[in-house]
């Protein structure tokens, strides 16, 4: 790890960061943020065993429930505790975005960019055996990463013989012929979800879920806005794609990569744009399927303005049903405001954790 610590940024990132008014010594700080883990509810008794195997110390994350950390070097994915679904990982970040929507009992909950599955885990944690949790992403492969880890910590159709059908599984499972031509007309993420000409990949864990209350042969139908607000979700995560410029792990790799493909992944203007574009199309569409009195929680793992404060701003702008809320839950967070009030930014110097945007917007009754 001491060579990822000694990382050289090239010349036009260096750019990139003064353009958008980041310190480039976030990229430096790998060596000290830690790895984090969430313990599966009801797993707590196995955490002196999961020391051991490990051998190391796992500290509970005190602003953060369910949350431990390790020193970063660890490796969790051959511990027996990972293998049979006692622990998972994910960044605290990540589950503050979590833990912002402010989940409860019996809610209806969509992950509209649900890959690769961790939050859609703690999603199903936090509801227990209520509700139900809507899994969105717009590739298959990705989906069914998302349905093996929830199956792997009996979150899903492995739950069954325990809950009902609490959590059985409905997919959006299409004719052959039907998938085989929409992965030949797919160029690239963001041009099919923004012209909107294929239908993203879903899977439903919970009872009676589905897009707004629909059935499974009703998914396509489009609903009127009326139908929306008063039969749409309770809770609506979106973590939307970008250009991951906040996670330090994710820079790393481009030392592997190569510094060109950081360029026409990250600082290309025109990949920027549409992305912004994608950022903007996937808040309002999840916006849309949340009914009135419902909270929204947008978040990116950029650090630039132009996927966070400026969609935030353009999103409100045309959403007068829309507010910006104060997140309670973070008065003890380790972050710092964002360039808007009411807006959240993590960031490994800050925050020990991958760099992320929070903002959670209420949704108003308009008459």
Known sequence: MEESSKLALPDAFLDFLKVNGLDPSIYTASDSTPRYIRLKPGCEAYLEEVEAEMKCKIEKVDWLPGFYSLPPDIQIASSKAYQEGKIYGIDAASGAAVLALDISAGDHVLDLCAAPGAKLCMISDL??????????DV???????????????????????????????????????????ATKARKTVASQLVLGSQHPELIFYGRHSG???????????????????????????????CTHDGSIKHIQKFEHWGWTTLQRRVLDAERTDSLTTLQLKLLSNGFRLLKVGGSLVYSTCSLTSAQNEDVVQKFLKENASAELQEINAAKNWPCKSGQIPNTLLFDPLTSQTSGLFVAKFLKLAIW
């Open 139 to 181: 590739a298959s492969h990705r989906l069914a990463a998302c349905r093996t880890m929830l199956q792997k910590y009996a979150l899903g159709e492995s739950a069954l013989e325990e809950k009902g059908d609490a959590f059985r599984e409905w997919t959006s499972r299409r004719p052959y012929k039907e998938r085989k031509k």
């Open 127 to 136: 509801l227990g055996d209520s509700g139900s949790v809507t899994g969105v």
């Open 211 to 241: 897009v707004v209350g629909l059935t499974r042969s009703e998914l396509y139908q489009s609903g009127c806005d009326s139908e929306v607000s008063s039969q749409g979700y309770d809770k609506v995560l979106v973590d939307a794609e």
